[in-house]
């Protein structure tokens, strides 16, 4: 009787420890779980930005370039006090 008892004890305990074992590895996994949520948010979050800037660079890359004025020549001084009257006037 007394080996039937001390069978039971052992068996509980067996399984009073395997299942403490279980929700141990159960909470490792959850905390995982939860760091790896985290990284793919931000991960995400950096995608999105990416996507920004993008949208942003494909805009400015549709603009039309300025259009480019050529300077007067150097010794063209007729142009020149045109220019310096025109600044007057203003």
Not at 47 to 69: D, N, T
Request: charged share 40%; aromatic share 2%; no cysteine.
């Amino acid at each position: 009787m007394g080996d039937l008892i001390i069978g039971l004890i052992v068996a509980v305990l067996g399984l009073l420890g395997f299942g403490i074992y279980k929700s141990h590895k159960l909470d490792e996994q959850k905390e995982k779980t939860q760091e790896a949520e985290a990284k793919a948010e931000i991960a995400q979050r950096q995608m999105e930005v990416v996507h920004e800037v993008r949208k942003e660079l494909k805009v400015i890359e549709e603009e039309k370039a300025p259009e480019k004025v050529e300077a007067p020549d150097r010794g063209d001084s007729s142009s020149r006090l045109d220019r310096l009257n025109r600044l007057h006037d203003n």
